[in-house]
């Protein structure tokens, strides 16, 4: 099917009909979604406990802000994306790919080819 | 006077008469012979001499002639005699008590019956009286001539017509001609033309009824420069008492004139000045106290100028309103008394207009050498000009002080370094401080070092470009605050232009500031959120829309959604966005589904949630709602939906929330989760961290939510 065929992507998106949404998109790659999570404590855990091949962040949970998660990510080596309406980065982050919402599946697609590229 | 001759000749007939008559004339009488021997002499003669007859006979005169006449007498007295003829002689001679005599002899020739020379007879008189008379006259005439003629005075004699007759030295010097040009002119022909008339008229009442008169005039003189003189004129007279002329004492006073005239200007020159400076005098003599005002004094008290310029003291403080008159009077008595001068300021009513004016007086007493004090002299002038200027400087004074104490905004006056001269009350209350922490002190005291360097900077740019600068500027409140000022300020300049201080108007923004952050945050806030209900309506779009599905089923699938979307958000929209009410949200998530038929059971506590969580609850149970429609309790009439919702309470609070129908046809357990069950089981859980179970039972659908209850629940 594609390049992407079977990674493991992590989504954190408290949004439930994005991430909805997104793990149809994933599915549609045939990529493997890890969560979603919703909460910062989730997500933080799912990255933590590892096996994943990339991650696509919303910035923004439920007031909380990601960045942990995405430090951890980085911490272990796994390239992420962050999607967000704010349209940009949280500071210390300004070189990962950003996502703008609302996305098609061909941002997604791109983004994960870019980020493994 | 012959010598004595031998004695005794006979005397003609009628001898003895004669010696009567003789000896009873008060002059001297002597006969003589040829021989020069004296024949008789009278009483007179005998008693001049105070010898006895016999001696007088033949006393020797010439012992007792004056040396100074002696030999003018001889020799006189010899050619008279030998001439035959009636001679006299004059001269002085010592009487018997020693004094000089001055006697007039007349000696004549005798002659006998036929015509024959026999001697002489005189007769002499004492004439001493006449003579020193006549010698006084001389000395006076001699003396008088000499004054005349060296007297700085001129003298000029004129006729009746006024030709001049007689002139002296000096007033040919003075008149500016010559003596030869003079005789035979009058004196009007030199006389300046403006003086004629009035000359003619006091010439010709002198000569007419004999007035002496002095006049000035002026003389054209030859070179026609004119010189003024002083002419004490008067009429001489011939013995008979008919004027014959005019006597002119004539005295130069050009110089005189010149020096009064300059004087006169002088003064006047003064009371120009003094009354163009719009300043009136009085003087009073105190022994009488009468005044004498200048003319704009009674101007300026408005009231009119006597002919003799005279003002009491009392007309002055009529005209001075009544609560400022004693003042003045007190004033005035007290520097007439003690000699204390004063300068006051006081109002008076002009006596014409009514009007009110200002004054200012000084007065002084003028002590002479002697410690009387005579006079009085003061001088006034209108200040009702600098009095009105005044009160409205002090007018505006108040204003400003009004407003700088009463202003919101904040004004700080410094000195060019920045030390605080004044603050107003709005910069205290603004940062906390009483006055006098403030005032004195550097503004480096109130805000950080970058807004120090901020300050200077913008000080600099005034000091070298002038105007005023414009500056947001953090400062320190005395309890550590942090306050936006924002600032405008500008230099004070001085007279030269020079800049002397630093004066800002400022105000505070923190306020305005925190909420333009705000705006700002509610700006980004919105554009995520709008964004974000992007990404759910293609969430939902992508869900509906599947490849599989049938496309009128999945449009009003979407609507419905898209419906239930846009109800929370108004909802929302409605909150600000806040907590909001469970009741509320579940109630308009059910109402386009048959809420308002009774279909639905609602029963739970009064709970609030957040926004987020309430857009996902809202579509959960709208899609449970549109599924019990189209497959469920309400696909039949008699079907009924309760929807209960609890707070459980334990070590955290729970809520729990049931959805059950009943009363609808038999559930069948579907053969595929759809979009509406993923997103009430995994998304509303998701959501609210809980867990969300839908059973499909026989007698009815049922969805059991059970979670943390949501922060914002109060």
């Known amino acids: ?117 | 006077m012959a010598p004595p001759e031998a004695p005794i000749e006979t005397l003609p007939t009628g001898e003895d008469e004669f010696r009567l008559i003789a000896d009873s004339a008060p002059v001297a009488v002597w006969v003589t012979r040829l021989n020069r021997q004296r024949s008789f002499v009278n009483r007179a003669y005998v008693e001049f001499l105070g010898v006895p007859y016999d001696e007088a006979l033949v006393f020797d005169w010439r012992a007792i002639i004056h040396p100074e006449d002696a030999m003018r007498l001889l020799q006189e007295s010899i050619a008279g005699e030998a001439s035959l003829e009636t001679f006299s002689l004059e001269g002085r001679y010592r009487r018997h008590d020693g004094e000089w005599r001055w006697l007039n002899s007349t000696s004549s020739p005798r002659r006998d019956a036929e015509g024959r020379h026999i001697g002489f007879i005189g007769v002499a008189h004492d004439v001493t009286e006449a003579k020193e008379a006549e010698l006084a006259l001389r000395d006076r005439e001699a003396q008088l001539s000499a004054y005349i003629s060296q007297s700085t005075a001129g003298f000029a004699q004129v006729d009746l017509d006024g030709r001049f007759t007689l002139v002296n030295d000096r007033f040919c010097e003075i008149a500016g001609w010559h003596r030869d040009d003079l005789m035979g002119r009058t004196m009007l022909s030199i006389t300046h033309p403006d003086d004629i008339k009035r000359n003619t008229g006091l010439f010709e009442r002198a000569v007419a009824v004999g007035e002496p008169y002095t006049h000035e005039k002026r003389y054209i003189r030859k070179d026609d420069g004119i010189v003024w003189v002083n002419n004490s004129v008067s009429v001489i007279r011939r013995p008979d008492g008919e004027p014959f002329g005019v006597l002119a004492v004539t005295l130069d006073v050009t110089k005189r004139r010149e020096d009064e005239a300059s004087l006169r200007k002088g003064e006047e020159t003064l009371r120009l000045a003094i009354e163009g400076a719009g300043m009136a005098t009085w003087e009073l003599d105190l022994p009488t106290m009468t005044g004498q005002w200048s003319p704009n004094r009674f101007d300026l008290l408005g009231l009119p100028r006597t002919p003799d310029l005279r003002g009491t003291v009392d007309d002055w403080l009529e005209r001075i309103v009544t609560d400022d008159r004693e003042m003045a009077r007190t004033a005035f008595e007290r520097c007439v008394a003690k000699g204390k001068p004063y300068t006051i300021e006081y109002r008076i009513r002009r006596a014409d207009t009514g009007e009110e004016r200002w004054l200012q007086s000084h007065g002084s007493r003028v002590d002479y050498a002697d410690e009387r004090a005579t006079r009085f002299v003061g001088i006034s002038f209108d200040v009702t000009e600098r009095k009105h200027a005044e009160e409205e400087l002090r007018e505006s004074e108040t204003r400003y002080r009004t407003m700088f104490e009463q202003a919101n905004d904040f004004i700080v006056t410094m000195t060019l370094d920045q030390i605080i001269t004044s603050v107003n009350p709005a910069v205290l209350g603004s940062l906390g401080y009483a006055e006098h922490e403030v005032v004195g002190r550097w503004i480096g005291d109130f805000m950080d070092e970058d807004q120090v360097a901020l300050s200077l900077a913008a000080l600099q740019r005034k000091l070298s470009e002038g105007g005023s600068t414009r500056l947001t500027i953090n400062v320190r409140a005395k309890d550590g605050r942090e306050l936006i000022w924002e600032t405008n300020s500008r230099l004070g300049l001085d007279d030269q232009g020079r800049p002397t201080s630093l004066q800002a108007i400022g105000r505070d923004m923190t306020e305005a500031k925190r909420a333009e952050a705000h705006q700002k945050l509610l700006i980004d806030e919105l554009n995520h959120r709008v964004k974000n209900t992007l990404a759910i309506v293609q969430g939902i779009v992508q869900q509906t829309f599947k490849a599989d599905a049938n496309p009128r089923a999945a449009r009003a699938a979407f609507e419905g959604r898209l419906s239930a979307l846009s109800e929370a958000h108004n909802l929302l929209t409605r909150e600000f966005w806040g907590p909001v009410s469970m009741a509320r949200i579940i109630d308009d998530a059910v109402a386009p589904h048959g809420g308002d038929a009774g279909r639905f059971e609602l029963e739970g506590p009064d709970l609030t949630i957040a926004p987020k969580t309430a857009i996902s609850l809202a579509l959960a149970i709208h899609e449970l709602a549109t599924n019990a429609v189209k497959h469920g309790a309400l696909s039949v009439p008699e079907g009924r939906v309760a929807i209960q919702w609890a707070k459980a309470s334990g070590n955290e609070p729970r809520l729990s929330l049931i959805w059950s129908e009943h009363g609808g046809p038999p559930v069948k357990t579907p053969s595929k989760r759809g979009f509406g069950t993923r997103m009430i089981e995994r998304g509303l859980a998701a959501e609210l961290g809980g867990s969300v179970k839908i059973e499909f039972a026989p007698e009815g659908l049922k969805c059991v939510v059970e979670a943390p209850l949501p922060e914002a629940t109060a």
Not at chain 1, 27 to 56: E, F, H, K, M, N
Not at chain 1, 71 to 98: H, K, T
């Open chain 1, 1 to 117: 099917m594609t390049a992407l065929e079977g990674l493991r992507v992590l989504v954190v998106e408290d949004e439930p009909i994005v991430a909805m949404c997104l793990e149809d998109i994933l599915d549609g790659l045939g990529c493997v979604t890890i969560g979603p999570a919703s909460r910062l404590a989730d997500g933080l855990a799912l990255a933590q406990a590892g096996g994943l091949d990339a991650a696509i962040l919303d910035i923004n949970l439920g007031g909380e802000r990601s960045t942990r998660i995405a430090e951890a990510l980085r911490g272990g080596g796994v390239p992420f994306a962050f999607a967000s309406g704010y349209g940009a980065v949280p500071e210390g982050f300004e070189n990962q790919p950003l996502i703008e919402k609302p996305y098609r599946e061909a941002d997604i697609q791109a983004a994960l080819v870019r980020l493994l590229g």
